[in-house]
């Protein structure tokens, strides 16, 4: 038996995860030490400090390209640009989780484990100040995520989905209104996500088992499952690949369910409809990046000597993610569940980017993450300024005539809508153009045509709604919109501003994500 | 061909079309701010470009190289095609000028005293104004884009003015006609101006000139045929003839200068200025020569038969622009003998169309020459005037019409063969029915009986801001043809190319006097017959006066082959729209809302389904990709 040795770390390269985790921890203690009215504040700036100074130190090691941990992190060019787009969206997130002024309280419940519909939780309802932990929640999901984007070898990964799971399950469980069904979507994500977890370690073996042999592993006959190995093992073993394409199936079912690819993507609707907006939000931008950024490593590095073998299977998947998100969106009633199909169909989108298996693909599915980011978050922020007596309004029916009840965000949303669809002079046409470009410059033409006719079924749903909310006359449902606080306002115009700066002036992202595409060996 | 690039006072004669086109943006933009003084802005603005236009034709008497180009700015670069907005000043374009501005400032002075009681008479001058600075673009454009940029700008003009009254159904309808088939033509020239960039590279007018004896003659055929659809379509020329009657639905100043003088003569303009394209093809000049006179002799035919005193002169626009495009496709000499006759015809057309305007100003705005006559005794100016036009037009010695049409007759004699008589012949029959109806018109309007409607008790001159500018182009009609005929060849020269003397199957002296005489045996045969008046209605007639009543059926024509169909087939089109298109886009939606409908099902909110479904997926995944490595999919 050999003995365990710490392997060398470059504590520098991992500095922001390092910043985030710690500042979690922080989070914790301020929820146990610091004055129950303080803590809204304390924990907010703490938040954003602590994300603003991983960002930095992102940004500060811009051109650090190296693998670290015993090969169990690499900080190349993607995971870079991927930890600073998670961290951008993040901040934006938590000022959308943030605000206190459209609800008394905040969107968030006082105490999760009262019983529903008990006096005690009437009571805090309409009286008490929603829980703070939320924000040590968020940071270790964002750590989860940093880490997931970095991960080098199945095993780091399977760590980094883990640690931004769990907090993103608790997460969903936390809505101030409309309990049940927030508690009910949280156990659906954490039992689906636990059963897609399983899947993932099932195929991390099968995986492990097809390198055994190949001569630079570490394990103990040879193997590894770090991602150099299964690559040198992908190209050089002479044993039969049954093992692994098992394993690339089933590690690919773990992480397009936390995609939401079809058929995987059967929690979504569920979970975006019952979390309280400002997470789903913090879930369609930052997991989706975390999600296609582990994906993007896992299939260029790991798997990239396969790439004949797992595109068209994975190409099956994209197709039906797409037609699947766009022909259920057209028949969706509530807002948020609309979004949700939508964002199931941008999963097919970001996967006909990803399967792209070159430098072109890999930039374009990172400026694609970004844009939809941004769109989405403006989307969902617009989404918790419409509300009534009962708090969000999300039902369609009650959002016609909303243009001539607030024409201001009804023109915003309509803006966001028309990015989504991919009108031209918003980043959804430009970040669109750039993975179809991508891909058909890859030889997936057919991918492409599907894309586009998905696209058109659904233009659909999404000028639906701006037909409801202009042409439509309001009625006495219609609700009103409230006036945002200065931080959804905040959250509102980065958002828009980048959907519009990015389909007007791409260029300067582009050349970012050009220059960051390259993963390290 | 080389042109010279513009120095000293000719780099500005991009003011020429500036200053009509500035007015008119005074005038758009004011609104009624201007309508005190709008209407002097406008004259004032044309007779400034009058000036400008003498100034700079006698700067160019003083060059050696008579053609002047000034390039501005690069109007279009894309690709190999680059086009310059550029100007040409040049013999060619400095008559077209002086008429364009020197006509054009008569009738705009005339109109100030023709439309003082229309509430819209400060728009009526913007729209003049717009067309003076069109029409100058047309003939000053040194390519022929910029061409096609005036070309498309006078269609603009024309149609506003036309359907000016467009509360009138009738008005309305005729701008629509007069726009409809003008696009035709246009479409022409447009396809003509691809052909050159395409086979030439370029469009510019020397570039072209220089380089069209390279093309093979299907080529040249091609593009002179085309360019000769965009001729006859602004000039009302055979087959695209029928909008230039209904034009007289517009005020009579617009009839005057734009359906008479100038925008209608557009056509022998471009074929002129083309000249090197069609002296390179004798088979296009034996089309534009039978376009030309096929058309004059309609234009006569249907002219006898015609009541309306606007649309008589119409028709008799029509054929006397047949006479000119029967000149220019003779082709050599007679390239300016056509331009001749269309200065010539430019001062006694607006004579008698303003002299028109005169008496239906004095006659409550009545029109039907059988309820004229015996106006001579009451509007003795713009009888005496109007006398000018009409022996101008007639073409005696020594009015106008005696140096400018008997030379086309003259060339048209001149051709080899059977032709020279077919041609020659058509032309000298023209010239005894033009005698024969415009005698009609002027002894039914002016002499005889008086068969006016009841209400009319004493009718009335026109004030001297309408009689001035009569009295102007009576002298022009008078004088213009005898001071042009040799003057003017001498100097389009350059342009045109030398003169030479026309031998014909029939001596000169010959012709002159068989012109005449025919002249004059039409002229009497119709005052013999009108002397005593007419009948106050249309009389039912033979065959042939009710073919010529209509319009010898080209309308009907156009109705049946055209209209018809086009209307059966916008209906074809409809219905395929509405059902086929749009039955297939409703099938398509419905079927994606019905599957949309029945996934929804799926989604039962249950996690037992929920993990089916994930598990059921990972199992495809898994197979498919084990299918792949036993190589049943591959």
Redesign the interface.
Same mark, same amino acid.
């Given at each position: 038996m050999t003995e365990i040795g710490l392997p060398p770390i470059n504590y520098g390269a991992i500095t922001p995860m390092l910043i985030l985790f710690g500042a979690s921890c922080v989070g914790v203690f301020v929820e146990a030490f610091v004055p129950k009215a303080q803590r809204h504040l304390v924990q907010l700036v703490l938040s954003l400090g602590a994300i603003t100074a991983a960002l930095v130190t992102v940004v500060w090691q811009a051109d650090t390209r190296t693998v670290t941990a015993g090969g169990a992190i690499a900080i190349d060019g993607p995971t870079l640009f991927l930890q600073g787009a998670i961290l951008v969206l993040g901040v934006v997130s938590i000022l959308l989780i943030g605000e206190r002024s459209l609800e008394r309280g905040g969107p968030f419940v006082a105490q999760a484990a009262i019983v529903v519909g008990s006096d005690a939780d009437r009571n805090q309802t309409v009286r008490q100040p929603g829980a703070t932990d939320i924000y040590p929640l968020s940071l270790f999901a964002l750590t989860g995520m940093l880490l997931f984007v970095a991960a080098n070898d199945l095993l780091t990964m399977f760590i980094g989905l883990e640690v931004l799971s769990l907090p993103l399950y608790l997460m969903c469980a936390l809505a101030r209104r409309r309990r049940l069904l927030s508690q009910e979507a949280a156990l659906k994500y954490f039992m689906l996500g636990a059963y897609a977890s399983a899947f993932f370690l099932f195929g991390l073996a099968l995986v492990y088992g097809f390198t055994a042999g190949t001569p630079s592993g570490s394990g103990d006959n040879g193997g590894g499952v770090d991602f150099a190995t299964i690559a040198a093992a992908v190209r050089n073993s002479e044993v039969s690949p049954a093992l692994l394409y098992a394993g690339i199936a089933l590690i690919a079912v773990g992480l397009l369910f936390k995609a939401a690819a079809a058929p995987f993507h059967v929690w979504t609707p569920d979970v975006y409809q019952g979390a309280p907006t400002p997470v789903t939000g913090f879930m369609a931008a930052c997991t989706k990046v975390a999600a296609f950024g582990a994906l993007l490593r896992v299939l260029h590095v790991a798997f990239g000597g396969a790439s004949w073998a797992y595109t068209p299977v994975l190409g099956a998947v994209a197709a039906l993610t797409m037609l699947v998100g766009a022909v259920l969106a057209v028949t969706q009633t509530d807002i948020k569940r609309l979004l949700a199909y939508s964002s199931v169909a941008n999963a097919g989108y970001l996967l006909v980017g990803a399967l792209a298996v070159n430098k072109q693909g890999l930039a374009s599915t990172m400026f694609y993450l970004v844009a939809y980011g941004f769109t989405v978050l403006a989307g969902f922020a617009v989404v918790t300024l419409v509300r009534d007596a009962d708090g969000e309004a999300t039902h369609l029916s009650r959002w016609a005539g909303l243009g001539r009840r607030s024409p201001l965000f009804a023109g915003v949303f309509t803006f966001i809508l028309l990015a989504f669809a991919g009108i031209p002079v918003t980043s959804g046409f430009t970040s669109k153009f750039a993975v179809f470009g991508a891909a058909s410059g890859a030889g997936h033409t057919w991918l492409v045509v599907v894309g586009v006719l998905s696209s058109m079924i659904l233009a659909f749903p999404y000028l639906r709604v701006v037909v409801m909310m202009w042409l439509s006359e309001p009625g006495e449902s219609t609700p009103s919109v409230l006036v945002p606080g200065g931080l959804t306002a905040a959250a509102l115009t980065i958002g828009v501003a980048a959907t519009l700066v990015l389909g007007v002036a791409p260029e300067s992202l582009l050349d970012l994500t050009n220059r960051a595409a390259e993963f390290v060996p | 061909m080389q042109y010279a690039p513009a120095t000293g006072l000719l780099s500005t004669m991009w003011l020429l079309v500036a200053i009509p086109l500035a007015s008119a943006a005074v005038l758009l933009l004011l609104g009624r701010r201007a309508d005190r003084w709008g209407h002097w802005l406008g004259v004032a603005s044309v007779a400034a470009s009058f000036v400008l236009g003498l100034t700079y034709f006698f700067q160019l008497r003083g060059l050696t190289n008579r053609s002047v180009e000034l390039s501005m700015w690069q109007f279009i670069e894309v690709g190999s095609l680059k086009v310059d907005f550029g100007l040409l000043f040049d013999p060619l374009s400095g008559v077209f000028v002086l008429l364009i501005t020197g006509v054009g400032s008569l009738i705009h002075l005339y109109a100030v005293g023709y439309m003082e009681h229309d509430p819209g008479r400060r728009r009526f001058f913007a729209y003049f104004n717009l067309f003076v600075a069109a029409m100058l673009l047309l003939v000053l454009g040194n390519n022929y884009v910029m061409l096609f940029f005036g070309w498309e700008g006078v269609g603009l003009a024309s149609y506003l003015l036309i359907s000016f009254w467009n509360h009138l159904p009738s008005a309305a309808t005729a701008g629509k006609k007069a726009f409809l088939m003008n696009r035709v033509g246009d479409a022409g020239l447009l396809i003509a101006i691809f052909i050159m960039f395409a086979t030439l590279g370029t469009t510019q007018f020397d570039e072209v000139f220089t380089h069209v004896g390279a093309l093979t003659g299907g080529i040249v055929l091609m593009m002179g045929l085309l360019l000769l659809l965009g001729a006859a379509g602004k000039s009302g020329q055979f087959p695209l003839q029928a909008w230039l009657p209904d034009a007289m639905e517009g005020p009579t100043p617009v009839s005057a200068l734009i359906h008479a003088a100038t925008m209608v003569t557009a056509g022998v303009y471009l074929i002129a200025r083309s000249n090197p394209i069609y002296s390179a093809n004798p088979t296009l000049q034996t089309v534009v020569v039978s376009v030309g006179a096929l058309t004059l002799l309609m234009g006569c035919i249907i002219g006898c038969a015609k009541d309306d005193i606007k649309r008589v002169l119409a028709w008799s626009t029509v054929s006397q622009i047949g006479y000119m495009f029967l000149g220019v496709g003779l082709g050599g000499g007679a390239y300016a003998l056509a331009i001749v006759h269309l200065l010539a015809h430019g001062f006694f057309k607006a004579n008698m169309f303003l002299g028109a305007g005169s008496v239906m100003h004095g006659m409550h705005d009545q029109t039907d020459i059988r309820r004229f006559g015996g106006l001579s005794k009451y509007m003795k100016i713009t009888w005496l005037t109007f006398a000018t036009g009409w022996l101008a037009i007639l073409g005696l010695f020594p009015f106008s019409g005696f140096f400018s049409k008997e030379p086309i007759i003259v060339a048209a004699f001149a051709r080899h063969g059977w032709t020279a008589w077919l041609y020659g012949g058509a032309a000298l029959l023209g010239a005894g029915l033009t005698a024969f109806y415009m005698t009609r018109l002027f002894v039914l309007t002016f002499h005889g009986p008086k068969r006016w409607t009841d209400e009319i008790e004493h009718p009335h001159e026109s004030p001297p801001v309408m009689t001035i500018p009569l009295i102007l182009l009576a002298i022009g009609s008078v004088a213009a043809g005898g001071l042009m005929a040799t003057s003017v060849p001498e100097w389009l020269t350059p342009v045109l190319g030398p003169q030479e003397e026309a031998h014909g199957v029939l001596s000169h002296t010959v012709l002159t006097v068989l012109a005449t005489a025919v002249t004059v045996i039409g002229a009497g045969l119709a005052w013999a017959l009108f002397r005593k008046g007419t009948a106050p209605q249309e009389l039912p007639a033979g065959p042939v006066v009710t073919a010529a009543r209509k319009n010898l059926y080209t309308d009907a024509f156009n109705e049946a082959v055209f209209e018809k169909p086009g209307i059966y087939l916008t209906r074809a089109l409809v219905f395929l729209d509405g059902k086929v298109v749009d039955g297939g886009v409703n099938l398509l !939606?419905a079927a %994606?809302?019905g *599957?949309? *409908?029945r +996934?929804?099902r799926l &989604?039962t *909110?249950f %996690?037992r389904?929920? @993990?089916m479904?994930?598990l @059921?997926? @990972?199992l495809l %995944?898994?197979a !498919?990709? +084990?299918a /792949? &490595?036993m190589g049943w /999919?591959a």
């Open positions: - | !939606a %994606v809302g *599957g949309s *409908g +996934l929804r &989604q *909110g %996690v389904s929920y @993990a479904s994930v @059921a997926g @990972a %995944v898994v !498919a990709f +084990l /792949l &490595q /999919l």
